[in-house]
């Protein structure tokens, strides 16, 4: 069964700094990989949409990569701003041969970026 | 850019009650879901539908589920009979195919806010 997790659950940064989100996923047999960000009670904004057969990702100061080997993908964002401090998601689709449809999305990483 | 739509924002409702929460998806999309998001918790799938007809559905999606698209435009998700703990986020999302590369693209709604009282 796939599971996503994200390391790490919280994390706050001074304005300015580059940092990395994590996701991990237990199936390499993946379709594609997703990262969303979501606002306080707000709905998912998609970022970055990497397939099975891409290694990285890139919109304005954000940059995904995926590794199925080892089951990771990474968020990077560069020069961050206080704009920036929400929840990042990542979500997973599978195969058609796992005969599922859905994504599964992982616990989520927490940004604070302080001014 | 064409989005999914969701209506109402904010429901409140009291135990017991009947729910339908609303979507309108995108124009020349066949494929759609249900997603929830209990406060502090994953994101979950719910159901998907093609066709007029569920084509993968979750354990949590029970027979207090029902979902339908009653014309050409919307797509409902129904709860028959709300409990405390169906207070979530509901998400709705469409795509215009299922695996083929960036037409399989799962957009998704700004969601549905269901509080049970």
Redesign the interface.
Known sequence: KQEVTQIPAALSVPEGENLVLNCSFTDSAIYNLQWFRQDPGKGLTSLLLIQSSQREQTSGRLNASLDKSSGRSTLYIAASQPGDSATYLCAVRQPPSRGTYKYIFGTGTRLKVLA | EPEVTQTPSHQVTQMGQEVILRCVPISNHL?F?W?RQILGQ????LV?FYNNEI??K?EIFDDQFSVERPDGSNFTLKIRSTKLEDSA?Y?CASSES??R?NTD???????T?LTVL
């Open positions: 494929y879901y997603y994953k994101v979950e799938f998907s084509s993968e979750s986020m998400f299922l695996w590369g693209t799962q957009y998704f709604g700004p969601g806010r």
